[in-house]
Nanobody, 122 residues
Framework: VQLVESGGGLVQAGGSLRLSCAAS????????MAWLRQAPGKELEFVAT????????VYADSVKGRFTISRDNAKNTVYLQMNTLKPEDTAVYYC????????????????WGQGTQVTVSS
């Protein structure tokens, strides 16, 4: 599986961004998908995950109520709608695909994109 993220950029605090992650291959719906992020000097952090069929989602407490993960299996794409952005959301955001394991940790995902930078100014 190859993953390509897009949609990052610079936004003011309180603003919104929508990230996209396009996947290759014919078995996209068999993968749980996730977004994780890494801020400068910090470890990779779980943000949100969605099941293969799109019926189950889990969010980190820090983004709950502000971010929404969704997927379109017909387009092999997963999205992250980010609202009410805060400066502490500044990070490189990565898309991950996995088939099992711990869904709220990086080790639960076997495939990764190259990342997209999100910068939130105060």
């Amino acid at each position: 599986v190859q993953l390509v993220e897009s949609g990052g950029g610079l936004v003011q605090a309180g603003g919104s961004l929508r990230l996209s992650c396009a996947a290759s291959g014919r078995t996209f719906s068999s993968y749980r998908m996730a977004w994780l992020r890494q801020a400068p000097g910090k470890e990779l952090e779980f943000v949100a995950t969605i099941s293969g069929g799109g019926t189950s989602t889990v969010y980190a407490d820090s983004v709950k109520g502000r971010f929404t993960i969704s997927r379109d299996n017909a387009k092999n794409t997963v999205y992250l709608q980010m609202n009410t952005l805060k400066p502490e959301d500044t990070a490189v955001y990565y898309c991950g695909a996995g088939t099992g394991g711990v869904v709220t940790a990086p080790r639960g995902y076997q495939y990764w994109g190259q990342g997209t930078q999100v910068t939130v100014s105060s």
